[in-house]
């Protein structure tokens, strides 16, 4: 039987439940779902998984043979709750004695600490089960609800835990749960009999650890040690410590943005090998892995915050990109990596992992954002350094993403057990004519030639910078002849939008579709066509109310509930916010975020990887998409980007300028915001009656006006 592909989709997701359900821990590669008892059931979709691995399939508490009735959970950190139950009360009694506490800490393993306090007048017999179970599902088989009843595991005990170790996979694993205090232990079940005087407590630390190929991988949060040492609490700390401080009236876009930060703080990776080096897990709980794209455009929507993500970003994909030519991967010679997974690693390390490079934007956008780290932070010795990997990428778009000569960078799969669509919408179904037929391929996306007119732009300004006349002119000439033929060619003049790609006939893939937000964001669009395209963008028939739609109500193939043919993806709105504000429609992209932030207020602060596209005046509430991710990255970045969006700030460190035009909607009366880090300078922007105040910007010049659209004079 073939082992089933992991990058492509093989069937229906379970649904993640609801927003007042799961409860999900991230810590690195390491996440946990559960009940909000603290419990893994193994009918839900719960586990811990490290490493693309469930680690524990099942993991119930018991007290006097009844599980526990939840009473609340707290999560001050991204990788620690607090779960508080209770037991059954005793026959006659309206109410329970027994309370319970589960103080439950993950990373690379799982420590759960555990009370049992009796508040009734008498002493209480308890009997305390921890039932567990190790099932070594991948998180695919978990994902898409397929993992086989069969045994995968022989299981040891003794009195102070159990050690499951794995039959028949790749790698050797063993996970070893660890008991603070002997217990009667059997295969899977651990029971403890104590008897509680009124007011006495009685707690038990469980630890639960993962070996690889013989090597034992320590549990960041361990029984006896202090959680303030912690690498994921340093690390946390640190990074609040540096994220800028936000204030506005109303409070919910400063609310928005400080979840923001929490949840990107929750999905940076460190590779052991390179500690010094952060970079972005996709989204919890499918995508706890390092992507090419998204981590590329989380980096870049995210430069208001912390510059040194898209560093660590850059740095990382660079070690990874592509050498060889290997179909079954899809690696060439200078690519940018799609995705990697670690469900054969014999250890912690990236290299560890499995790399599939199925992506045909990740290449360009790795030039664009080195080009717009370089106007943020400087970072000239960063541009001289990843220098050889931007001429590699570069020679990549020419050689091999332009597979017919024609000038455009198309995709087509080189594998059958690779993404059928490359671009963003990398569903089966995400990319389809306006009356819902599928293109050929290969195919080129519009994004995917405003990302590659962005990286020439990139490439030129590093060879202008550098006296390299000659380079600065060739990337120069390419931008530019690049934007006179994609206007000519996916420009639809009878319909008034721009085509979403070129099929492999060069056919103008017609639907109206989001990805032209994109397209203004880059800077592509002639900008006499721009005020068509921020029209369509904010039309009713794209925008929900809640945000633009991925497709166009009119068109053939749009769902409310689908993936990519008319939900709403709060990354790409900000990208379009973004677009819309760098041609001057202000208005249109006050709209856009006046809508996703509503969505993020009705949820806590926190968007959604994605919601159902149904009218705001057909469904007061935002819908939720069953298995959408949460947190996920590019979605917490997009209050980001608003921010950026609002102040209209773009920087430009090697001119000494930065310029700031912020333009605030009725409905924000004041935005203060400290700490936003350019070229080594901390500035403070405060928006308040219309006056604008700039702190911070040392010798750096102020530019009191909006930035031109395109990115330099020429290009």
Not at 179 to 201: D, F, I, N, Q
Request: charged share 25%; aromatic share 8%.
């Amino acid at each position: 039987m073939t082992e089933p592909s992991p990058w492509i989709h093989q069937g229906p997701v379970p649904s993640l439940g609801t927003f007042d359900g799961d409860v999900t821990l991230v810590e690195g590669q390491t996440f946990c779902r559960s009940g909000r008892t603290g419990d893994v059931v193994p009918e839900m979709l719960h586990g811990l998984f490290v490493l693309d691995t469930r680690v524990l399939s099942r993991w119930e508490l018991r007290v006097n043979g009844t599980r526990l009735e939840p009473l609340a959970v707290s999560v001050p950190d991204p990788f620690a709750a607090t779960f508080v139950g209770h037991g059954s009360p005793a026959p006659g009694r309206a109410d329970a004695e027994l309370v319970v506490f589960r103080r439950r800490h993950v990373g690379q393993g799982m420590r759960e600490r555990v009370s049992v306090t009796n508040h009734g007048l008498d002493p209480v017999p308890v009997v305390v089960e921890l039932v567990c179970d190790v099932d070594f599902a991948s998180l695919f088989e978990v994902k898409e609800g397929r993992v086989r009843s069969r045994v995968r595991h022989r299981v040891r005990v003794d009195d102070r835990g159990l050690c499951f170790a794995s039959l028949g996979d790749r790698v050797d694993k063993e996970v070893v749960v660890r008991l603070s205090s002997p217990a009667a232990v059997e295969p899977g079940v651990a029971v403890w009999r104590l008897r509680l005087e009124p007011g006495e407590s009685w707690e038990e630390c469980l630890e639960v650890s993962v070996v690889l190929a013989g090597s034992p991988i320590a549990p960041r949060f361990g029984c006896g040690v202090t959680d303030v040492e912690a690498v994921p609490s340093q690390r946390l700390a640190t990074w609040r410590a540096i994220l800028p401080s936000v204030g506005t009236d109303p409070p919910d876009l400063g609310a928005a943005v400080l979840r923001s930060g929490e949840d990107l703080g929750a999905l940076r990776i460190f590779d052991p090998e390179h500690p010094e080096l952060p970079i972005l897990a996709a989204g919890a709980p499918w995508f706890m892995t390092v992507f090419g794209r998204d981590s590329l455009l989380t980096a870049w929507m995210t430069l208001i915050a912390d510059p040194s993500i898209a560093r660590g970003v850059l740095e990382t994909l660079a070690r990874f990109q592509g050498t060889d030519v290997d179909p079954e991967t899809e690696e060439e010679p200078g690519k940018i990596l799609h995705e990697m997974r670690f469900g054969g690693a014999s250890g912690l390390a990236l290299r560890e992992g499995t790399v599939y490079y199925g992506s045909i934007d990740a290449t360009p956008l790795f030039v664009m954002l080195l080009g717009e780290l370089r106007r943020w932070a400087g970072g000239e010795d960063l541009v001289e350094r990843l220098l050889p990997n931007v001429d590699r990428a570069l020679e990549w778009i020419e050689r091999f993403g332009d597979r017919d000569g024609d000038g455009y960078v198309e995709y087509q799969r080189q594998t059958p057990a690779g993404l059928a669509n490359q671009g963003w919408k990398d569903s089966w179904d995400g990319v389809r004519f306006a009356g819902g037929e599928f293109p050929r391929t290969p195919i080129a996306l519009c994004e995917v030639q405003g990302y590659v007119y962005a990286a020439y732009v990139a490439r030129a300004h590093f060879a202008q910078e550098m006296g390299d006349a000659e380079t600065f002119e060739r990337c120069a000439a390419r931008a530019r002849e690049l934007r006179q033929r994609f206007n000519e060619d996916f420009w639809l003049e009878e319909r008034g939008w721009y085509a979403l790609g070129l099929d492999a006939d060069k056919r103008p893939v017609d639907a109206l579709a989001s990805n032209v937000g994109h397209c203004l964001w880059t800077g592509i669009v002639d900008p006499e066509r721009a005020g068509l395209v921020a029209r369509r963008l904010v039309s009713p028939e794209m925008f929900s109310g809640w945000g633009v739609r991925t497709l166009a109500t009119d068109m053939a193939a749009y769902n409310p509930v689908s993936y990519h043919n008319g939900s709403v993806w709060p990354h790409d709105n900000a990208l379009c916010a973004a677009g819309l504000a760098r041609y001057g429609f202000v208005e249109e992209a006050h709209r856009i975020i006046e809508g996703q932030l509503a969505v993020a207020t009705a949820r806590g602060g926190r968007l959604p990887e994605l919601f159902a596209g149904f009218s705001r005046d057909e469904l007061p509430v935002p819908a939720a998409y069953p298995a959408s991710c949460s947190p996920q990255a590019w979605a917490a970045a997009a209050p980001l980007l608003w921010l950026r969006t609002l102040l209209r700030l773009e920087p430009w460190a090697p001119r000494g300028q930065v310029w700031v035009h912020p333009e605030l909607p009725p409905w924000i009366g004041r935005l203060r915001v400290e700490g936003i880090e350019v070229a080594g300078r901390r500035l403070g922007v405060h928006v308040e009656d219309g006056g604008v105040e700039v702190t911070g910007a040392g010798g750096l010049e102020v530019v009191h006006r909006p930035r031109p659209p395109l990115t330099a004079v020429g290009i």
